[in-house]
């Protein structure tokens, strides 16, 4: 190599390697480049552009403008088809709305539906930042969270506009817009408020001389800037404001690009079906991972198993995300069958049990095996599946598609770290990977959050020691795979031995008469604490609490201190909106606090 060439490549390592001396942000001009919150070298040198997820809508539009975009049943029963340059229309034309109004702080109270993936765009386009709401959450979570957001304009599917009384009293002169889901059955235009919304932001678009994407914000003039806010479930406290960044939601939609497998060559493209609530951590940022991959989005008002099964034959579903409950519940419907197509379904929210995956599989649904959080964009880590495995007997290879895996491609590496009363939570030492060694989950990277709104201590806490801290139980394994044992507030510990409710709930899972389980702690005089099991029962079938102990006590993989004290038949077990079974309310219900409640 030349001495020219060395010192060319030198430069380049002084350019991107950490130092100390490296002026802050603050002092960065317009062309200088930005990385890791210090200034590199000069965007022109590395011709660098910022990274937005907005981008990937107008860059389909172009590319495949006929291209089928978005599919929805809307409330009045039309079957609508959009293509993809209907859909940048569409948006484009909301981001004009937007910014004609200068709303800049845009709530979000909406279903599964084309407005919500318009909305989301647009957005962006326009400067603004999106905050999705749960509107599973009580009336007065949702004004909190509104008001905390500093919202400025609400977008409400009309379904939903009686859970904001509490924000409209707090806040009256803040506007609302109402989404009545419904399209002219011969034109196809939207209706009621928000088609008005539409047609107001294109008029305002030809005013301006016509100018579309061009005279929008496609790429962020900040990629560090907030993009959206993701608010936790807040069970046991007032929701938390997680800051998601353009360029962190960039390279979480990528990481989904590849980790699940939504691009395609030729005719071939995704069919993503929307099982998954898009407001829960922004859709883990499939609004724009199924878009960058051109695929097409089936929007879905609510989970309805046999409209599923429906879609999945009729319309060849290729994608969906749905939590290890969802999908039990989908593969015990009277309409399951195997399906012609392979569909791949990413599996995330609560550790899965092996047995799902093998029912799953059986039924053409393989399942993606990804982990993460609210504060990491949705999915972080991916249980990799290695031909090796395949191999190995059944069971054992379940076993290992159930573990949580390594972190994503646009991530680094997962960590597992000591945990403990006794150890400092900015104390950051693995844990050895031997499989045994429990440890706390940590992660740093891309695809780790900004931080908390208006919370400098939560933000703190989060990234202790310098990683973002999961609050899960994990084991290392020697081949660097990760496996979630339990939350630690979920560990029972029973005569001094601990036992991980996920462990226990995988075996009692295997029961041939028992749809669902969650286990919680009961107090005990001689043990301490003990399990006690809440299940679901198969149609038809019937378990009494004698016939369950017997077949625990008899079970291979149960040692004698895990099997439960006793076991309650319940109708339902709580689940967040992502399916997710709420174990703050089983741990309530072990403490003799009353069923159906939250």
Not at 30 to 40: C, F, K, S, T, W
Not at 310 to 316: A, D, G, I, P
Request: charged share 25%.
């Amino acid at each position: 190599m030349s001495s020219t060439a060395k010192d060319r490549l030198s430069k380049l390592a002084s350019h991107l390697a950490p130092s100390s001396a490296s002026p802050t942000v603050a002092e960065a001009t317009d062309n200088e480049l930005v990385i890791d919150g210090r200034i590199r070298g000069t965007t022109n040198w590395f011709n660098h552009h910022t990274l937005s997820p907005t981008f990937f809508l107008p860059r389909a539009a172009q590319i495949e403008p006929g291209a089928p975009a978005i599919y929805h049943r809307t409330v009045n029963n039309v079957v609508l088809r959009r293509t993809y340059a209907d859909f940048a229309d569409r948006a484009s034309a909301f981001a004009y709305y937007l910014k004609k109004k200068g709303y800049k702080r845009i709530g979000l109270l909406l279903t599964n539906t084309p407005a919500f993936l318009y909305a989301t765009y647009a957005a962006g386009a326009a400067g603004a930042v999106v905050i999705a709401i749960n509107y599973r959450l009580k009336e007065d979570d949702i004004g909190y969270i509104f008001q905390h957001s500093d919202a400025d304009f609400v977008i409400v599917d009309k379904e939903f506009v009686d859970l904001l009384g509490d924000f409209r009293k707090a806040k009256p002169h803040i506007p609302i817009l109402v989404d009545d889901d419904t399209i002219d059955p011969h034109t196809h235009d939207e209706l009621g408020p928000f088609g008005d919304a539409l047609r107001e932001g294109r008029n305002h678009e030809i005013s301006l001389g016509s100018q579309g994407w061009d005279g929008l914000a496609a790429q962020a003039p900040d990629e560090l800037s907030v993009n959206a806010l993701a608010y936790t479930s807040g069970t046991t406290a007032r929701p938390k404001g997680v800051e998601y960044t353009h360029r962190g939601c960039y390279l979480g939609a990528l990481g989904n690009v590849i980790e699940s497998g939504l691009s395609y060559h030729g005719t071939s493209r995704a069919r993503y079906l929307w099982t998954l609530p898009m407001f829960h951590a922004m859709g883990w940022t499939f609004p724009w991972a199924v878009t960058a991959a051109r695929g097409t989005h089936y929007c879905l008002r609510k989970i309805d198993y046999p409209y599923i099964w429906k879609l999945l034959k009729e319309e060849q579903i290729t994608h969906f995300c749905a939590a290890p409950t969802v999908n039990t519940l989908l593969c015990a419907d009277s309409n399951a069958s195997k399906l012609e197509q392979e569909v791949r379904v990413t599996v995330a929210a609560s550790p899965p049990t092996a047995h799902l995956f093998e029912v799953m599989t059986d039924l053409n649904l393989h399942p993606v095996h990804v982990y993460g959080l609210t504060e990491t964009y949705g999915p972080i880590t991916k249980g990799y599946q290695l031909s090796s495995w395949y191999d190995l007997p059944t069971k054992e290879r379940y076993g290992k598609m159930a573990r949580q895996g390594h972190g994503f491609v646009t991530s680094l590496p997962v960590r597992v770290t000591k945990s403990g009363d006794d150890i400092p939570e900015d104390q950051l030492t693995d844990v050895k990977k031997d499989g045994k060694e429990i440890g706390e989950i940590i992660f740093t990277g891309n695809i780790c959050v900004r931080g908390y709104y208006k919370d400098e201590t939560a933000t703190r806490k989060l990234f202790a020691g310098g990683a973002l801290h999961s609050g899960d139980l994990a084991v290392w394994h020697p081949d660097g795979a990760i496996q979630i044992l339990d939350r630690a507030k979920d560990i029972i510990i029973s005569g001094g031995e601990n036992i991980s409710s996920v462990a226990l709930e995988s075996v009692i899972i295997t029961h041939p008469d028992i749809l669902e389980c969650g286990v919680a702690a009961v107090s005990d005089d001689q043990w301490g604490e003990r399990p006690k099991a809440f299940i679901t029962v198969k149609p038809g079938k019937e378990i009494t609490n004698e016939s369950f102990i017997a077949w625990c006590k008899e079970h291979p993989a149960m040692s004698r201190f895990m099997v439960p004290r006793e076991c309650e038949v319940v109708g339902e077990l709580p689940k967040t909106s992502t399916g997710k079974i709420r174990k703050n309310v089983l741990r309530a219900w072990a403490k003799g606090g009353e069923r159906g409640g939250e």
